[in-house]
């Protein structure tokens, strides 16, 4: 079962229901993690799914929020294809 709160709502194959919203905090928040623990002050997408997927999030949501997060400003992937945060 699909409920919407506060923005789209889908459910991924291990049953968790997670709205759009919710989505991008989880992301963001384990990007602000993984930066703050980097030595390079980068982080490969790799880490970052590895991490996300821990919360039943799937490896293309987690790609279609960085994405996101990088259009709001609040992240910028490099040409190397890691991550920082703005």
Known sequence: ???KVG???Y??????????DERMK???TIVQRL?????ENS?????IIRE???HGIEQKE?????GQLCKYGLINKLPNGKYTLN
């Open 1 to 3: 079962m699909e409920t």
């Open 7 to 9: 923005g789209v709502a």
């Open 11 to 20: 459910m991924t194959d291990k049953g968790s229901i997670h709205t759009q």
């Open 26 to 28: 989880l992301v963001l």
């Open 35 to 39: 930066f703050y623990d980097s030595e």
């Open 43 to 47: 982080i490969r997408m790799a880490d």
């Open 52 to 54: 996300v997927e821990i």
């Open 62 to 66: 987690t790609e279609e929020t960085l």
